[in-house]
């Protein structure tokens, strides 16, 4: 896939997402990983055929990353995450 056909229905440019391609993602509500990627970085990155691992870290933004997939790359709704990360199983703190 070249570097500008980052949306899941393949056309360059900042175009919206279609809706029931986008649903047919989403729906099933479950992140799929590739545990045979090293690189973990691209949110949805198996569903785009990217050679990344898929998934996604506690830290990440996912609304932000949401957003890019519906509307396009550098939306945001502006919130920062606020959460407490540990080192050691939980791995989620108390919130600020």
Do not use: W
Request: aromatic content about 4%.
């Amino acid at each position: 896939m070249g570097a500008c056909q980052r949306t899941l229905d393949g056309v360059s440019g900042n175009a919206l997402l279609p809706a029931a391609t986008l649903a047919s993602v989403l729906v099933d509500d479950r992140l799929l990983i590739d545990t045979s990627k090293a690189n973990c970085d691209a949110y949805l990155a198996v569903e785009l055929g990217l050679a990344d691992c898929g998934g996604r870290t506690l830290a990440r933004d996912i609304i932000d990353d949401s957003l890019g997939v519906i509307v396009g790359p550098g939306v945001s709704d502006n919130v920062a995450n606020d959460s407490v990360f540990l080192g050691d199983f939980p791995f989620l703190g108390r919130p600020l």
